[in-house]
């Protein structure tokens, strides 16, 4: 077992000042053993923010000794009287589940203690539906990112973190580096959207993003999911669509036309092809060569 007394706290990040050094201790080893995992930050942050909200429940007890049944005794006051909801109950157990086996050398799944999620199908847009939505679009910019998640199949940090020198004109692909799982992988360039790209390169010069904020910054991923719903109301899409959305469509529509689930599992980056078997249920499929479905839309 790791004792998080043995480390400094002099370069602690952990939100909580007046939670007790053992329990400062123990959120800084945490932050340590993901880092060293190569957990995101993002990741790191959700982690070490519910092991605060725990220790804090238990601030009399050395962390080290709060037992699984207790867990389940703060899940329990926190969906009570904080409303959790199922995802924020699984982030936590996830969280609690990584301290208790990495840092404590303790085996506990809290299997019981998981909630029992409904099986939802996702949102798909029609092929018209999503042509209105880039039909009503005048920024090239902004056209193009919306254009270019619904080519390729991309989540929005995908998009958003995407170098001019991932998108690759000669090979008609798109290079998706350090996906989610950091994994790399390559999806599809429609020819369409290379039209686009191009016109959008020659406007906009920008140096290391693909897409830049005012001072050259990553584009924040706010903004693109205010470009869509914008754009989604001014098409009269009256469906609840986001930006993951137009991700759900390229693959639902991918299948329409034919192609092999497996090969739609690597254009999405999916670890499990259960996972993309999902748009089995919401595609027509039809028997037609595999292209982007970009390069099915007129506008």
Known sequence: MKT??????????????????????????????????????????????????LFAFFSKKNPDTIQDEEVGTYLLHQIQEKHWAEATQQQALNAIHFYFEYILDRHSDFHELRPKTASKLPLILSSSEVADIFRVVDNVKHRSMLMLIYSAGLRLSELTGLRRADIQFDRKRVFVQGARGKKDRYSLLSEKMAVCLREYLHEYHTRHWLYEGQDGEQYSSRSVQVIF???????????????????????????????????VQELLGHESSKTTGIYTHLAHKKNQRLTSPLDGLEW
């Open 4 to 53: 998080p007394l043995s480390v400094s706290l002099e370069t602690s990040t952990v939100e909580n000042p007046f939670l007790p050094d053992t329990h400062q201790a123990a959120l800084l080893s945490l932050e340590h053993e993901m880092t060293t995992r190569k957990y995101s930050e993002r990741s790191i942050k959700s982690y070490r923010s519910h092991l605060n909200l």
């Open 229 to 263: 719903q914008r754009a989604a109301r001014k098409a009269g899409i009256q469906k609840p669509a986001t930006v993951r959305t137009l991700r759900h469509s390229f693959a639902a529509h991918l299948l329409e036309q034919g192609a092999d689930i497996h090969h």
